[in-house]
């Protein structure tokens, strides 16, 4: 899907560089917000360590966390490298 949604985001004239670091960002956010989305998380989920529901909720928080990094500093500095 990657390459279908990169496409058509250079088809509509979307900086290269700046494309590629956003869809290469986003796909960090599915390591946060569900518990079965990479491996560490079978022992910590798998176990009884954290509840789903304290899962869902700190997920969610860590993602507007990363969320407000990238569009805020993020884009600053790539502006500043000349991604966009």
């Given at each position: 899907m990657?390459?279908?949604?990169f496409?058509v985001a250079?088809?509509?004239?979307?900086?290269?560089m700046l494309t590629?670091?956003?869809?290469a960002?986003?796909s960090?956010?599915?390591?946060?917000?569900?518990n079965?989305?990479t491996?560490?998380v079978?022992i910590?989920f798998?176990?009884g360590?954290?509840s789903?529901q304290?899962?869902?909720?700190?997920?969610?928080?860590i993602?507007?966390f990363?969320?407000v990094?990238?569009?805020?500093?993020?884009?600053i500095?790539?502006?500043?490298l000349?991604?966009w």
């Open positions: 990657v390459a279908a949604f496409a250079l088809g509509a004239g979307a900086p290269a590629i670091a956003i869809f960002y986003f960090n956010l599915c390591a946060c917000t569900t079965y989305s491996g560490p079978v910590y798998g176990l360590y954290v789903p304290q899962w869902f909720a700190k997920g969610f928080l993602s507007l990363h969320l990094i990238w569009f805020g500093t993020g884009l500095w790539w502006r500043m000349g991604w």
